[in-house]
């Protein structure tokens, strides 16, 4: 009897480890996703702070600085990102969503390349369900942050 008692005992180790490494595997598979700029989040102080490499593809977010939007010739649109305390210029060729404009929340997938966000998608939206949490705590820090409507 004693043996058998031995025998569950090993068992539910033998069953935690292997939840340990599977666990142990899913989280060095998301950390291994992120290191490689899948949707990496980051707004313009963590940018200048740790610039990523030019092949990078990550996501940037903040505001649309006032007064830094300029259309250029045919479909390229530059303008700065901000986040209250740092701004990143970023350039961006093809059609700006409706809801892009200035003194708005931006979010832009891309790279960064001799100092300036080369955007290959740019998305606009009012809605704070849009905006990730972590953008919308960087603007409440910076005391740029609105609530919608108001």
């Known amino acids: 009897m004693a043996g058998m008692k031995g025998l569950k005992k090993q068992r539910r180790i033998q069953i935690v480890l292997v939840a340990f490494v599977a666990l142990g595997l899913s989280t ?3 950390g291994y996703a992120l290191r490689d700029g ?7 102080s963590q940018i200048l702070a740790d610039p990523p490499g030019p092949t990078e593809v990550f996501r940037i977010g903040g505001l649309v600085e006032s007064g830094s939007l300029v259309r250029g010739d045919g479909e390229v649109v530059r303008f700065s990102v901000t986040d209250g305390a740092e701004s990143i210029p970023v350039e961006f060729t093809g059609i700006l969503p409706d809801l892009f404009g200035e003194n708005q929340g931006m979010i832009g997938t891309g790279t960064y390349v001799n100092g300036v966000f080369v955007a290959s998608d740019i998305l606009a939206k009012h809605d704070e369900s849009y905006m990730p949490k972590e953008v919308i705590d960087s603007l409440k820090d910076e005391g740029l942050y609105q609530e919608p409507g108001s």
């Open 28 to 30: 060095a598979l998301i």
């Open 38 to 44: 899948i949707n990496y989040f980051r707004d313009p």
